[in-house]
């Protein structure tokens, strides 16, 4: 059984910077992929980047590409997200989640395809 802890969430100033980490247990980086994903108040849930087992090949969202970067370190099983030039939008709970899919496209996989998850951690830009 994957478990998945997030940490590092927190309040900035727009254009600061946050690492999140995801701490998981259970798991091999080679049998599954990797996904950050965010929802914010009142909105659904959206991907904001995944990495492919191992950490191969990534894709963003259009929305934070070129300010964020996911990224793992499999020795420590952890996957992590630098968030850099934040903005107000980006204000949400960040999850983190694992899929045992395999698409070796990262920008295949959809929220459907990641069967655990985190407990979330709580990223605040303010203006």
């Known amino acids: 059984q994957v478990h998945l802890v997030e940490s590092g969430g927190g309040s900035v100033q727009a254009g600061g910077s946050l690492r999140l980490s995801c701490a998981a247990s259970?798991?091999?980086?080679?049998?599954?992929?990797m996904g950050w994903f965010r929802q914010a108040p009142g909105k659904g849930r959206e991907v904001v980047a995944t990495?492919?087992?191992?950490?191969?090949?990534?894709y963003y969202a259009d929305s934070v590409k070129g300010r964020f970067t996911i990224s793992q370190d499999n020795a420590k099983n952890t996957l992590y997200l630098q968030m850099n030039r934040l903005k107000p939008e980006d204000t949400a709970m960040y999850y983190c989640?694992?899929?045992?899919?395999?698409?070796?496209?990262?920008?295949?996989?959809?929220?459907?395809?990641?069967?655990?998850w985190g407990q979330g951690t709580q990223v605040t830009v303010s203006s």
């Open positions: 989640a694992a899929s045992v899919f395999d698409y070796s496209d990262p920008a295949n996989y959809r929220e459907y395809d990641f069967s655990y």
């Open positions: 259970g798991y091999t980086s080679s049998a599954y992929s």
């Open positions: 990495i492919y087992r191992g950490g191969s090949t990534t």
